[in-house]
């Protein structure tokens, strides 16, 4: 969504340990299209602690309905570059393995 690749886990753990602010960056910060309800859910779902994550693909996948359906009351031509549906969420994951 951003076209970056986000800090591995480590990396993003040695920086927290070492008192430096995590480096993975908003998904909103990097790409102004993605809408800042949709960057809070990727955000949580990055979270470094696995208690602050989404307990389930189930509980992510409401909160993207629920963002997207907030994104699309509050600006209705942008939000169509980066809304997702219940069905059409399984496109957004990378799956262990894809592209190899």
Same mark, same amino acid.
């Given at each position: &969504?951003?076209? &970056?690749?986000?800090?591995?886990?480590?990396?993003?753990? #040695?920086?927290?340990?070492?008192?430096?602010? @995590?480096?993975? =960056?908003? #998904?909103?910060?990097?790409?102004?299209?993605?809408?800042?309800?949709?960057?809070?859910?990727?955000?949580?779902? &990055?979270? =470094?602690?696995? @208690? %602050?994550?989404?307990?389930?693909?189930?509980?992510?996948?409401?909160?993207?309905? %629920?963002? @997207?359906?907030?994104?699309?009351?509050?600006?209705?031509?942008?939000?169509?570059?980066?809304? $997702?549906?219940?069905?059409?969420?399984?496109? $957004?994951?990378?799956?262990?393995?894809?592209?190899?």
């Amino acid at each position: &969504m951003t076209g &970056m690749k986000p800090p591995d886990a480590l990396s993003r753990a #040695a920086a927290i340990v070492n008192g430096q602010p @995590d480096p993975l =960056q908003n #998904a909103h910060a990097a790409n102004s299209a993605i809408d800042p309800t949709v960057a809070a859910v990727l955000e949580k779902a &990055m979270c =470094q602690n696995r @208690d %602050q994550r989404y307990s389930s693909a189930a509980e992510m996948q409401k909160a993207l309905s %629920q963002a @997207d359906e907030a994104a699309t009351l509050t600006s209705r031509g942008e939000a169509a570059n980066c809304t $997702f549906s219940a069905a059409g969420i399984d496109g $957004f994951f990378v799956h262990p393995g894809a592209g190899r």
